[in-house]
């Protein structure tokens, strides 16, 4: 049987839960799957490697942060078919996150919009959840870690978070994603402008260089930007991931336009959207970013990729690999081998 036609059979019962117990439902389900060895009888994407960032991903489609915040089901969702993994958002000390509810289904927009902010264990506990993992173990593909800031750090504090996230994740990781643009933690996209990044990226920048040469490992740093930004403001950002030497930039978060889902019912709650309205918004950004870096460094395409041919799209715009979530949901985990097979050869 297909992953689409079991899918088909799964979602009214998942989309009959609301959505952060469906959440909670699915990855347990995939990891007791796992265990069994029936995650193992998916059918995978051909193999089609790409090296972006120094890193050999074994194929172009890749995993969002925000569905494993604590990396506990990588090994689970690796049986996915996906050519990388990147887990997070993870935090220096636990927390709770925002209130509940906090996740918002709107399926005629085929979106999204949580407000989840950063709920998880802590960075001690995210390695040690890695550190468990046969992917680590085995070296079996390319794990991106993505770090952020407590919800009560200061956000004057702020570049104090990702420096120990960062030194607590660096060991374990393929790559970390420097999260600055969720728009969940007060603050914290502000984190994007200009004094404020150049001071966050030259501190990141800086430890990065002494991690690699205390670890004899050089481990890329990537930034995740938000789609809500003119073209003045992108051009900034370009300016100074390449000032800085970033290894590559993640486009996009999730969006505050609320534009495609007016008069929906949840279309006002407050949060990220993500899903399908997404997808134009986050491709303005990767045109408007590929204009100013060139060949650079790498672009990593995602929101609202629902389909094969929104990730050709993403390619299209400018970007090198891409990463799927909210898609998932809507179409399930045959998603991410319909994107593998649009970009072959791309």
Known sequence: MSNHFLYSLARPLLFSMD???AHHFTLPALKRAAALGLTKCLPQPQPDPRTVMGLTFKNPVGLAAGLDKDGAYID??????F?????GTVTPRAQPGNPKPRMFRLPAAHAIINRMGFNNGGVDAFVANVQASRF?????GVLGLNIGKNADTPIERAVDD??????KVYPYASYVTVNISSPNTKNLRQLQGGSELDGLLAQLKDAQ??????????????LKIAPDMDGEQVKNIADALLRHKIDGVIATNTTLSRTAVQGMRHGEEAGG?????VFELSNQVIRLLKAELGDALPIIGVGGIMKGADARAKF???????????????????LVRDCADALRGR
């Open 162 to 167: 990702y420096l120990l996230c960062l030194q």
């Open 136 to 140: 680590y173990q085995d070296k079996a």
């Open 209 to 222: 260089s002494r991690l690699a040469d205390q670890h004899k490992r050089y481990v890329p740093l990537a």
């Open 76 to 81: 689970a969702l690796n049986d996915l078919g």
């Open 273 to 277: 959207l993500s899903g399908a309205p």
């Open 83 to 87: 050519g990388s993994i990147e887990v």
């Open 19 to 21: 959505p952060e117990s």
């Open 316 to 334: 299209d715009a400018g970007a090198q690999l891409v990463q799927l979530y909210s898609g998932l949901i809507y179409a399930g985990p045959a």
